[in-house]
Structure formats: C-alpha cells, structure tokens
C-alpha cells in the first residue's frame, strides 16, 4: 500500500455551481467554503499530515472587483470566526504565495499562522496569489543571488514549500483537465485525479475513494 502524507487540491468550480443552481457566483464560493471543512475533517481522519488548497491564484486578479472582494471578505471571516477551533483540532495553517492584500487581510493571515505555529496534527497550506511559474522564477533568482549551483536540490529549497514533502495526490474538480500555474514543480509524479464534480459538491466519500484508488495504485517511478 502506497504511503500517503500530501494531498494538494486545485478547488474548481464554485462560480459555476452559483451559476447551475440560478443563485451567484459568490453563492458557490460560500458553498464551496463547507466542503473545504468536511475535506480538512476527513483528511485528518485519514491522518493526511498536509493538504495544500489553491484558494487564489496571481490570475484570479482578473475576475470582477466585487468578487475578488467578496472572495477575500469570506475568508477574513472564516479565519475570525474559526481560528481557535482549528487551532485547537491541532492544525496548522501556512499561506503561500505573495501576501500583498488590505493590511486587515494580511494582519489576520499573519495572526492566524502565528497562532496554529506550534500545531502538527495537519498542516493546511493556503495558495493565496500564488503562481507556479512566479515561485521558480523567484527560485532562480535566489539562487543567481547566493551564487548557488542549480540543482534539484538547491530548487527545491529555495521553493514556497520547502519545507513540505511533494504532494501524492493532486486532484482537480470541475471537470477540467488542466493545471492552472499550480505546484508544476511538486507535482512531477503525483497521481493526478481530474474529477467530473464541482467543488461544492464534491465530497467525503469521493475524496476517500480517490485516496483508496491511490493506495492501490502501483507506482513505478520510471522503473518496471
């Protein structure tokens, strides 16, 4: 059975439930944002120790203004009004990307993972204008910098997640087969799920039987 410590999710679809059920597209983001606990709740279940959600990414900049506001709105609230309870279910929340929002967000972010610091039963890492390319980019520029050899290694550590192990699993809902800038150098040899559902409606039992199909899974890493 494969050993699994990494489930990265690219959480798509939420405007267009808003949309399927004749209700708005920050109607599905506020769906959406139920799902994401009944997932954090089942990861930790399945005793998942991190669980990278792309929440945001540096192109979402350009989606209307009252969305973005309301996007970021939502989650200054659930961090108010949820953050003792996730700090006392043991979990860590790590933001990555750049955290250029309202000085109100980014005093909530900052508090928030200062807060959960010390937690180890899962670490949630939160993509917030994140970008793929952006995070390499800046890499490489790190390492011109310290005059270091460029090497896989050296990349690696020089990366938002560094202190993270690649993620097993990346699964994408919506019914969308691409990757979206999201984690292209982690995810060289996850098993991808691209899964028909959107994310609202996406599930514990769906999610437990993507797990249940990756630990069957035989993983050759280029060997036979």
């Known amino acids: 059975m494969n050993p699994l410590n990494h489930i990265a999710i690219i959480m798509d679809g939420n405007g ?22 009944k997932i954090i709740k089942t990861s930790i279940k399945q005793k998942i ?14 989606r209307p203004r009252q969305e973005i506001n309301y996007l970021f709105k939502l989650l200054q609230s659930f961090l108010i009004s949820r953050i003792d309870d996730l700090d006392k279910q043991g979990i860590k929340l790590n933001i990555i990307g750049k955290k250029n929002f309202s000085k109100k967000l980014n005093k909530i972010l900052k508090f928030s993972e200062k807060k959960t610091s010390s937690n180890s039963r899962i670490q949630i890492n939160l993509a917030l204008n994140y970008g793929s390319k952006s995070e390499l ?16 290694k050296n990349i ?6 560094y202190n993270v192990p690649d993620p097993e699993i990346l699964i994408r809902t919506g019914n ?5 800038n999201f984690l292209l150098w982690q995810i060289a ?3 991808i799920f691209f899964e028909k559902k959107l ?8 999610y437990e039987q993507i797990i249940k199909k990756y ?10």
């Open 215 to 224: 630990k069957n899974t035989k993983r050759n890493f280029g060997s036979i």
């Open 189 to 191: 040899y996850s098993e």
């Open 16 to 37: 267009r439930w808003g949309i399927k059920h004749k209700k708005s597209r920050n109607a599905g983001h506020k769906k959406g944002l139920g799902t994401v606990e």
């Open 137 to 152: 980019i800046n890499a490489f520029k790190k390492l011109k910098k310290k005059n270091e050899s460029i090497n896989e």
């Open 156 to 161: 690696k550590k020089n990366l938002l997640t």
């Open 199 to 206: 994310w609202p409606d996406f599930n514990e039992k769906d």
């Open 49 to 62: 120790k991190f669980l990278t959600l792309f929440a945001f990414s540096t192109e979402n900049w350009k």
């Open 176 to 180: 969308t087969k691409r990757l979206s």
